[in-house]
């Protein structure tokens, strides 16, 4: 009788948990949250797809992020978005400054991970692993959930409140993109 009244609420423990775990990883003092990617619309561009998040470098040293790896796409990059005039251009960064006690948004229409020859189409539903390269803290692998092609956060998570986090200062391209000198864009 007891584990019928415990079951309940075992299950809806283990399914808060998997909820709040959902695009989340760690390495070292970085935090990285809501990891998500838009799935492919049939009328895009298929060979190409970006991806999302926030990292949270809650340590007292700074870091860089300077690589980012998949199995989904043949290669993979930092990328910003530049104003020029009334066009928004895509460009690569050699990398992204994770500045100690701040939160950097990758988002879209602004800095994001880049990746060039899918190798299928992203559906929604979907799921598949990125490894985020860091020059100080080391490797990172989140899961990256596949939402619907037009989303622009991850249903209540962080990216859903515009630039940054509640309580952290907005990071934007210009103060923590590094400018590409060698390409950071990483084959498979």
Same mark, same amino acid.
């Given at each position: 009788? @007891?584990?019928?009244?415990?079951?309940?609420?075992?299950?809806?423990?283990?399914?808060?948990? +998997?909820?709040?775990?959902?695009? $989340?990883?760690?390495?070292?003092?970085?935090?990285?949250?809501?990891?998500? %990617?838009?799935?492919?619309? %049939?009328?895009? !561009?298929?060979?190409?797809?970006?991806?999302?998040?926030?990292?949270?470098?809650?340590? %007292? !040293?700074? !870091?860089?992020?300077?690589?980012?790896? +998949?199995?989904?796409?043949?290669?993979?990059?930092?990328?910003?978005?530049?104003?020029?005039?009334?066009?928004?251009?895509?460009?690569?960064?050699?990398?992204?400054?994770?500045?100690?006690?701040?939160?950097?948004?990758?988002?879209?229409?602004?800095?994001?991970?880049?990746?060039?020859?899918?190798?299928?189409?992203?559906?929604?539903?979907?799921? @598949?692993?990125?490894?985020?390269?860091?020059?100080?803290?080391?490797?990172?692998?989140? #899961?990256?959930?596949?939402?619907?092609? +037009?989303?622009?956060? @991850?249903?209540?998570? #962080?990216?859903? =409140?515009?630039?940054?986090?509640?309580?952290? #200062?907005? =990071?934007?391209? #210009?103060?923590?993109?590094?400018? =590409?000198?060698?390409?950071? $864009? %990483?084959?498979?």
């Amino acid at each position: 009788m @007891y584990l019928c009244r415990a079951t309940p609420l075992m299950l809806g423990l283990t399914l808060a948990t +998997s909820l709040a775990l959902a695009g $989340d990883g760690k390495v070292g003092q970085l935090e990285i949250r809501g990891a998500f %990617s838009r799935a492919t619309a %049939s009328n895009a !561009d298929q060979t190409v797809a970006g991806a999302f998040m926030t990292i949270t470098n809650t340590g %007292s !040293d700074a !870091d860089k992020l300077i690589g980012v790896k +998949s199995n989904i796409a043949e290669k993979g990059g930092a990328h910003t978005h530049v104003r020029d005039g009334s066009v928004l251009n895509m460009v690569p960064v050699g990398a992204i400054d994770i500045p100690a006690g701040h939160t950097v948004t990758l988002q879209p229409g602004a800095m994001h991970v880049m990746f060039h020859g899918l190798k299928q189409p992203l559906e929604q539903g979907g799921r @598949y692993s990125l490894t985020l390269q860091f020059a100080k803290a080391g490797e990172a692998t989140v #899961p990256v959930d596949v939402l619907n092609s +037009s989303a622009m956060g @991850y249903p209540g998570g #962080p990216a859903t =409140m515009g630039l940054g986090m509640a309580g952290s #200062p907005s =990071m934007t391209a #210009p103060m923590n993109a590094t400018p =590409m000198a060698a390409p950071m $864009d %990483s084959k498979q």
